[in-house]
């Protein structure tokens, strides 16, 4: 059953450590997203790789969070250093090629900052 | 930026109801997709509809597009307390990526 795995699941730090979300797309898709979900904000785009090259990280807070796709099977999302407003649910999403209107989505990482 | 945006935010019936969820977006679209997302999971796409298609179901869910108005519904017919979850509208932005409204929350009890 493929699915898109992420973790951690749940992650709990202090404001001002670096934190790494890692995402595990579905074999064979070669389109990454990264969404940040919050309750005010909703579901926001931060960033998508396609055959593990960035197309657009203009989502993301470029002083603080990175995004990478270090090989086919591994994309990773950092935040350093990590502030109470980053508090928020973290999606991967993986697409084939051509069908990224069908995005799997992983279960998310939830990121408490205190 | 959001693209889509649902209406109403929040919608409470009871089992066997029908549920109906609006979404208007903004720019031009080659089709748009429905997700729904049980609390603590992630997304789930359920239907996608194409620009030139004005109708589409799936199961109990019928959805409508109408591209003059911008604007699509999604119906829930004879809903169910496992029904009960956020749906969010999307649209592909620069054929690249997926851009999605704030949703709507569905309740339904028995």
């Known amino acids: 059953d493929a699915r898109v795995t992420q973790t951690p699941r749940h992650k709990v730090t202090e404001m001002g450590q670096e934190v790494t979300m890692r995402c595990q797309p579905i074999?064979?898709?070669?389109?990454v997203f990264w969404y940040r979900q919050t309750m005010m904000q909703g579901l926001e785009l931060l960033a998508y790789?396609?055959?593990?090259?960035?197309?657009?990280d203009s989502g993301m807070p470029k002083d603080r969070f990175s995004a990478e796709m270090p090989d086919a099977t591994l994309a990773t999302l950092k935040i350093q250093p990590s502030e109470p407003r980053d508090s928020a649910v973290y999606f991967c999403?993986?697409?084939?090629?051509?069908?990224?209107?069908?995005?799997?989505f992983g279960q998310g990482t939830r990121l408490t900052v205190v | 930026s959001q693209q889509g945006e649902e209406d109403p935010q929040a919608l409470s019936i009871q089992e066997g109801e029908n549920a109906t969820m609006n979404c208007s977006y903004k720019?031009?679209?080659?089709?748009l997709q429905w997700y729904r997302q049980n609390s603590g999971r992630g997304l789930v796409h359920l239907i996608l509809i194409r620009s030139n298609e004005r109708e589409k179901h799936s199961g109990r869910l019928r959805v409508t597009l109408d591209t003059s108005k911008k604007s699509s519904s999604l119906l829930i017919t004879a809903s169910r307390a496992a029904d009960t979850a956020s749906y969010f509208c999307a649209t592909v932005q620069a054929g690249t990526a997926l851009i999605f409204g704030k949703g709507t929350t569905l309740s339904v009890s028995s």
């Open positions: 790789f396609r055959n593990r090259a960035p197309l657009d």
């Open positions: 999403a993986s697409a084939k090629q051509g069908q990224v209107a069908e995005a799997f």
């Open positions: 720019t031009s679209i080659n089709n």
């Open positions: 074999l064979g898709h070669n389109t």
